[in-house]
C-alpha cells in the first residue's frame, strides 16, 4: 500500500495552481469568445520577467545590476511578484489589439492568431533569455520543506496553494461585488447589450484580455519554481489549462475551478501508481467526461459551436 | 471574402490545367532545385508534406473541420511503416498497406467519437486525441523508442511484377513520393468536386441546413476524418522512408499546428491550391529565413500572424485577387454570404 497522503497534497496543490491558470483564460474565452491558444505563452512571460526581476539578468553586470543584487532577496521576489504579471498583462493587451481583426469572423481565426503569437512569444524568449532551464531564487521564507507527521513537506508548495486560494477568491470577489465585475460578466452574456447600455466594448475588451493576461503571468511567477522554466514552458502549460477550460465547461468561473483540482488529483494520484503516466491521466478525464456532457462539467450554449 | 464555394465545380475533369504544371513541375524539381540553390532531399520533403495537405484540406478547408491534432495520424503511418518492415517483412506494398490501414482504423476510431461535435468543441478534442498519441509514442517505448524514436527504417525497393528499382537514393525516392502525389491530387480532385466534395461544403457552410436537407452528416464527417487520416497515414509512410526513422515529435502539437499554418497561410480555405502553395512557402522560407537568421520561426510567426489579420485567404486568395481584380459578381449574389460573415 502507497501512502497516498502527499500525493493527494501534491495533486491538490497541482489543481489550484491550474486553477490560477484556467481563470485567466476562461475570463478571456468567455467575454471574447476567443481561445487564447498565447496563454501559456503569458504564463511563461510572467514568469521571465520574474527571473529578471529577481536575478538582474540583463543589468547584473551594470553598477545599477550591482546596486539591485544588493536588495534582499525578499524584496525582489515581491517586486517580481509584482512586475511579471504587469508586464504580462500589457503582452496580453499587445496581442488583443492584434485580435481586433479577427472579430466577428469564425473563432477559428483567433485561434489561429494566438497559436502564431505563442510561437513568436516562444521564439523571442529564446532570443532574449537563451534556451537553457532556468530557476527563480526564492526567499528563505518559503524556501526548504519541513516535516509533520513524519513526512517531509515543501515549504514551497504550501505558499504557493495559500496564494492561489487567496487570488481566486479576489478575483471571484472582483467578479461578483464589484460593479467593472458586474460588467466584464454582462460582456460574456451579452456583449451587444453592454455596448448599448453605453459601455466602450474595445476597452472592456482590452481591459478584459489585459486582466487574463496578468492572471496568467501571475500563476507564471508562481508556478514555475514547481513547474520548471524553459522557453517551451508555455506550450506545456496552455495544455492542461486548455483542457482544464474544456472540462470544466468553456467559459465557467466555477466550472474551471473544480476541473483545475479534478485534473490535478487525478495527475497526483497516478503519480502514486504510475508516476511515467500521470500526463495521460488528463487526457483520459477530457475523454470521460466529454463523452457524458458534451459542453463539460458546468459549461452553457455558446458562440464557440457555431 | 472569396471561399471555396466561388469556385465553380468541374466535374468531369479528372485531369485539369493546374494538374498538368504540378506534374511537369515536379518532373523538373530534381534539375530545378540544384539549379536555384536547393537540395534534393527538400523535394521528397515538400512532396511529402504536399501529400499530407492535401488530405488535410478535405477536412480544413472544404468540411470546415479544424483539426488541431493531425501530426498524430502523419506519425501513426511512419511508425506502423517502421514496425512493419522491422516484424513482418521488408516490403514497400506491404509497408504503405500498413501505414495507410493503421491511421485509418486510428482516424475512424477518433472520428466516430468527433463526428457529432461541433464548432471549437470539435477542434480541442482533436488536440486531446492528438496529444493521446503523442504522448503513447513517447511512453511505449518497447514498440516505439520512445523519445529516441524508430531506428534504422529501410527503404524497401520498388517491385512491379518482374520489374525493380532500388529506392535508396533520394532522387528514386523523390519520383516515387511524386508518383504518390499525383495520384492523391487527382483522387482529392476528383473527390472534392464530386457530390461528396459538395456535401463537405454544404456541411461547412451550415451543418444544421445540411441535416434538415436530409443527408447524414455524422457519416460524412466521419468518412471524411478518417479518409484525410489515411492519407496522413500514406505521408507518414513516405516520411519514415525519407528519414529512415520515426519520431514521436511529429505528432507533437506543435508541428499539428505547424500543417495547419501552411494550409490556412497558402490559402486552403479558398482554393484546392492553398495547401500545395502554402507547403512550397514554408519550405522555401525555412531555408531562405532559416539561411539568414537562426530565429527564422519567430518572422514566419509574424508572417502567418499577419496573414491571418489582414489576409486570411492567403496566397491563393492574392493570386485569385489579383488574376480578377474585379470579381465578377453572380446576378443576386450579394457581397458576403450571412454564414461567412458569422
Request: glycine share 12%; with cysteine; charged share 10%.
Amino acid at each position: 500500500m502507497i501512502d497516498l497522503l502527499p500525493h493527494l497534497i501534491n495533486g491538490l496543490t497541482l489543481g489550484l495552481l491550474f486553477a490560477l491558470i484556467a481563470l485567466g483564460f476562461t475570463l478571456i474565452v468567455g467575454v471574447m469568445e476567443v481561445i487564447n491558444l498565447a496563454h501559456g505563452s503569458l504564463f511563461a512571460l510572467g514568469a521571465y520577467f520574474a527571473l529578471t526581476v529577481i536575478a538582474g539578468s540583463w543589468f547584473s553586470s551594470t553598477p545599477f545590476g550591482a546596486w539591485w543584487l544588493s536588495l534582499p532577496l525578499g524584496l525582489r521576489y515581491v517586486l517580481a511578484l509584482a512586475i511579471g504579471p504587469a508586464l504580462a498583462g500589457l503582452a496580453g493587451m499587445l496581442l488583443e489589439l492584434c485580435l481586433r481583426p479577427t472579430y466577428g469572423k469564425p473563432p477559428l481565426y483567433g485561434l489561429l492568431l494566438t497559436f502564431g503569437a505563442a510561437l513568436v512569444v516562444e521564439e523571442l524568449i529564446r532570443l532574449v533569455w537563451g534556451t537553457g532551464e532556468q530557476n527563480l531564487a526564492l526567499p528563505q521564507a518559503i524556501n526548504g520543506a519541513f516535516l509533520l507527521n513524519g513526512m517531509i513537506f515543501s515549504t514551497y508548495r504550501f505558499f504557493a496553494s495559500g496564494f492561489s486560494i487567496v487570488a481566486i477568491a479576489a478575483v471571484w470577489l472582483f467578479l461578483e461585488r464589484t460593479s467593472a465585475g458586474a460588467v466584464i460578466k454582462a460582456g460574456a452574456h451579452d456583449s451587444e447589450m453592454v455596448r448599448a447600455l453605453g459601455y466602450d466594448l474595445a476597452r472592456l475588451r482590452l481591459l478584459v484580455f489585459g486582466f487574463g493576461a496578468a492572471l496568467a503571468g501571475l500563476a507564471g511567477v508562481v508556478m514555475v519554481p514547481i513547474w520548471g522554466l524553459r522557453p517551451h514552458v508555455g506550450v506545456d502549460i496552455v495544455i492542461p489549462a486548455f483542457l482544464i477550460i474544456v472540462i470544466g465547461g468553456v467559459g465557467s468561473f466555477w466550472g474551471a475551478v473544480i476541473a483545475a483540482l479534478l485534473v490535478g488529483l487525478a495527475i497526483g494520484i497516478t503519480g502514486a501508481y504510475a508516476a511515467a503516466w500521470s500526463t495521460m491521466s488528463m487526457y483520459l478525464l477530457l475523454i470521460a467526461i466529454l463523452g457524458f456532457r458534451s459542453r463539460g462539467l458546468l459549461g452553457r450554449k455558446s458562440a464557440l459551436e457555431n | 471574402m472569396i471561399s471555396l464555394s466561388d469556385i465553380p465545380a468541374r466535374p468531369s475533369a479528372w485531369i485539369t490545367p493546374p494538374i498538368i504544371v504540378l506534374a511537369l513541375l515536379l518532373l523538373a524539381a530534381p534539375n530545378l532545385l540544384p539549379a536555384i540553390g536547393l537540395y534534393q532531399y527538400l523535394g521528397i520533403e515538400i512532396a511529402i508534406w504536399i501529400i499530407f495537405a492535401l488530405g488535410f484540406n478535405l477536412l480544413f478547408g472544404y468540411a470546415g473541420l479544424h483539426s488541431f491534432g493531425h501530426g498524430a495520424y502523419l506519425g501513426i503511418g511512419a511508425y506502423a511503416f517502421g514496425l512493419f518492415q522491422h516484424h513482418v517483412a521488408v516490403s514497400l506494398w506491404g509497408g504503405l498497406l500498413a501505414a495507410v490501414l493503421a491511421a485509418g482504423v486510428a482516424g475512424a476510431l477518433v472520428g466516430a467519437f468527433l463526428s457529432h461535435r461541433r464548432g471549437i468543441y470539435y477542434a480541442l478534442l482533436t488536440i486531446g486525441f492528438g496529444q493521446i498519441f503523442w504522448f503513447l509514442a513517447m511512453k511505449l517505448h518497447s514498440v516505439t523508442g520512445g523519445e529516441d524514436g524508430l531506428l534504422g527504417i529501410p527503404r524497401p525497393p520498388l517491385t512491379l511484377g518482374p520489374w525493380q528499382v532500388a529506392l535508396t537514393g533520394n532522387p528514386a525516392l523523390f519520383y516515387f513520393a511524386a508518383v504518390l502525389l499525383m495520384i492523391v491530387v487527382v483522387l482529392c480532385w476528383r473527390l472534392a468536386n464530386s457530390p461528396f466534395g459538395r456535401v463537405l461544403q454544404a456541411i461547412r457552410q451550415n451543418e444544421t441546413r445540411a441535416r434538415f436537407v436530409g443527408y447524414d452528416v455524422w457519416r460524412f464527417k466521419w468518412a471524411v476524418f478518417t479518409l484525410s487520416a489515411m492519407i496522413a497515414g500514406l505521408a507518414g509512410s513516405l516520411l519514415a522512408m525519407a528519414q529512415q526513422s520515426a519520431y514521436p515529435d511529429v505528432m507533437s502539437l506543435h508541428q499539428s499546428g505547424l500543417i495547419v499554418m501552411m494550409v490556412l497561410v497558402g490559402g486552403g480555405l479558398v482554393s484546392f491550391w492553398g495547401p500545395v502553395l502554402g507547403v512550397i512557402f514554408y519550405f522555401v522560407a525555412r531555408d531562405v529565413l532559416g539561411g539568414l537568421t537562426e530565429t527564422w520561426l519567430l518572422w514566419y510567426g509574424l508572417i502567418f500572424m499577419a496573414m491571418v489579420m489582414l489576409r486570411p485567404e492567403g496566397l491563393a486568395g492574392m493570386l485569385h485577387g489579383l488574376l480578377r481584380r474585379s470579381p465578377p459578381r453572380q446576378p443576386g449574389a450579394v457581397a458576403v454570404p450571412a454564414t461567412e460573415a458569422a
